[in-house]
Nanobody, 126 residues
Framework: QVQLVESGGGSVQAGGSLRLSCEAS????????MGWFRQAPGKGREGVAV????????AYADSVKGRFTISRDNAKNTLYLQMNSLKPEDTASYYC???????????????????WGQGALVTVAS
C-alpha cells in the first residue's frame, strides 16, 4: 500500500524558513514524478513544485520561484521542500503527491497525481 507522510509544517514569521519532508513507502519512488501542492482556505489546490525522477530537474510555480527548492533523497525515499523568505500568502496546507505513470513531463497539475499525503499546515504571520 502506498503511503506518503508529510512532516515539518508549523508557524513562522514573514521572512522566515521552513522545510517540509515527505516519506514515501510502498511505491516505485525512483521512477515517478513527485511534487508539492498547496491549498489555502477557500481556494483550490495548486501546484507549488514538482521534480523529475530521472534528471532531477524541477518546475516551480511563479509565485515561489527563487524562494522554494524541491529535492529528493532516493536513498531515504524522501521528498523535501525548503521554503525561504516566506510570505503571509504562502499560508496553506501543503500536500505531497506522487504520480503512478512513468515517463513524460512532470507537471504542476494536481489531476496528474494519484497518491496524496495527509497535508501539513504552514502558517506565515505578517
Amino acid at each position: 500500500q502506498v503511503q506518503l507522510v508529510e512532516s515539518g509544517g508549523g508557524s513562522v514569521q514573514a521572512g522566515g524558513s521552513l522545510r517540509l519532508s515527505c516519506e514515501a513507502s510502498g511505491y516505485m519512488y525512483r521512477s515517478n514524478c513527485m511534487g508539492w501542492f498547496r491549498q489555502a482556505p477557500g481556494k483550490g489546490r495548486e501546484g507549488v513544485a514538482v521534480i523529475n525522477p530521472g534528471s532531477g530537474s524541477a518546475a516551480y510555480a511563479d509565485s515561489v520561484k527563487g524562494r522554494f527548492t524541491i529535492s529528493r533523497d532516493n536513498a531515504k525515499n524522501t521528498l523535501y521542500l525548503q521554503m525561504n523568505s516566506l510570505k503571509p500568502e504562502d499560508t496553506a496546507s501543503y500536500y505531497c503527491a506522487a504520480r503512478i505513470a512513468i515517463g513524460g513531463w512532470c507537471r504542476l497539475e494536481p489531476s496528474d497525481y494519484d497518491y496524496w499525503g495527509q497535508g501539513a499546515l504552514v502558517t506565515v504571520a505578517s
